[in-house]
C-alpha cells in the first residue's frame, strides 16, 4: 500500500508557513452531523510522523484509526474536528455545509499560528486566500490523511452513541449511511430527527 507522504508540505515549510491539512466525514451519509478535522503537523517531529503509517480513513481498519487518532492528538501541534449540525445541512445542503466546517476550522487555527496554507481535499475554501485543493488529498498528504482520521474517529463515536437512543436504525453498524439495512429501517419506522430530511428524500 502507498501512503502519504510530506511532499506538499515540504516546499511551504521552505517559506516558513504552517500547513493545516482539513478534511471531512460523512458528507454523504443520511443522517448525522458532517465531522470536519484539521491537522497542523510540527516538521520537527515529520520523521517520527512519517513512520505511523497514517492514510486515509477509508482505507484503514476501525482499530488502526483508533490507534493513529490518538498519535495525530499526541504529535500535533494542532488538531480539531468541527460538527455542522443537522439544522444546517438541512438548509444549506450538504455542500456549502462541508465549506462552512472547513472555513471553521481554518479560523480557529488561524487565532492560533500565523502564516497558515490550508491543504484541502479537494475543496476550495470560500474567504481563504492561502489553500492548496488536492484531489485525493487524503491519500497523497499526511497532514489531509489524518484530518481525515480524526473527523471520521469522532464521528463515528457520536453516531455509535446515537444509535442507543434510536436502536431501530441500526446507526452503530453503518454510521449513518445509505446501507440497505438503513434503507429498510427508513421505510419501516420514517426519519428520526437525525436523518438529513431534503438529502434522504432522493433515495428513499
Known amino acids: 500500500m502507498k501512503f502519504p507522504n510530506f511532499k506538499f508540505e515540504i516546499p511551504l515549510w521552505e517559506k516558513g508557513l504552517f500547513t493545516l491539512g482539513i478534511d ?3 458528507r454523504g451519509a443520511f443522517a ?25 480513513s477509508k482505507l484503514l481498519s476501525a482499530k488502526k484509526r483508533e490507534s493513529l487518532y490518538l498519535e495525530i492528538k499526541k504529535n500535533a501541534r494542532f488538531s ?11 438548509k444549506i445542503g450538504i455542500g456549502k455545509a462541508t465549506l462552512v466546517g472547513m472555513e471553521k476550522i ?8 500565523k502564516d497558515v496554507h490550508c491543504l ?5 475554501i470560500p474567504n481563504v486566500t ?8 487524503d491519500r497523497l498528504s499526511i497532514s489531509i490523511g489524518a484530518a481525515s482520521i480524526l473527523a ?7 453516531m455509535s452513541d446515537l444509535s442507543k437512543d434510536f436502536p431501530q436504525y441500526g446507526f452503530e453498524r453503518h454510521k449513518g449511511y445509505g446501507t440497505l439495512f438503513h434503507r429498510n429501517a427508513l421505510k419501516k419506522f420514517g426519519p428520526s430527527m437525525h436523518h438529513r430530511t431534503q438529502f434522504i428524500r432522493n433515495f428513499v
Open 120 to 124: 484541502v481535499d479537494a475543496f476550495k
Open 130 to 137: 492561502n489553500q492548496t485543493a488536492i484531489i485525493h488529498g
Open 24 to 26: 471531512e466525514a460523512g
Open 32 to 56: 448525522g452531523p458532517l465531522a470536519v478535522g484539521g491537522v497542523l503537523f510540527n516538521q520537527d517531529f515529520a520523521e517520527k510522523i512519517l513512520q505511523l503509517g497514517i492514510n486515509d
Open 106 to 113: 481554518t479560523n480557529k487555527a488561524l487565532n492560533q499560528f
Open 152 to 158: 471520521k474517529v469522532e464521528r463515528d463515536k457520536l
Open 80 to 90: 480539531h474536528v468541527e460538527f455542522i449540525n443537522l439544522e444546517i445541512i438541512n
